[in-house]
């Protein structure tokens, strides 16, 4: 019989890339998605566009860096989409997850 273990009380950490959460965001995605005010990436490697005003994103992780996860602050109710972004069929993180934050106007002026 095989045994499968869940641990819920450890925080998947994909692998870093040396590369910023805005590259990944500018190299990757073509379209800021409708709604979104920012974008910030989660341990697990997903990038997380919020319809939250970016000054309540960024007090958010700060209290999340402390406390838990965004999700839970900001509610899930403001979480537009969460995307990908995988490099040999793995997630992978911006070497800046923890404080990398992109707003619209960054996105528009890095690939416009």
């Known amino acids: 019989m095989i ?3 869940i641990d819920l009380d450890t925080t998947l950490q994909v692998p870093l890339i040396d590369k910023t959460l805005a590259q990944l965001v500018t190299e990757n995605f073509t ?3 409708t709604q979104a005010t920012c974008a910030v990436q989660e341990s697990d490697g997903g990038i997380c ?9 960024k007090k ?3 209290s999340a860096a402390e406390d838990g996860d965004l999700t839970s602050i900001l509610g ?4 537009v989409t969460v995307e990908y972004v995988e ?5 992978i993180c911006a070497k800046d997850w923890k404080s990398g934050l992109v707003t619209e106007e ?3 002026s890095s690939i416009g």
Not at 49 to 57: A, E, F, L, N, Q
Not at 76 to 79: A, E, Q, S, V
């Open 3 to 5: 045994h499968i273990k």
């Open 31 to 33: 379209k800021w998605p």
């Open 49 to 57: 566009w919020w319809s939250s005003p970016v000054s309540d994103v």
């Open 60 to 62: 958010g992780m700060e």
């Open 76 to 79: 899930i109710g403001n979480m």
């Open 87 to 91: 490099y040999n069929n793995q997630a």
């Open 106 to 108: 960054e996105f528009s």
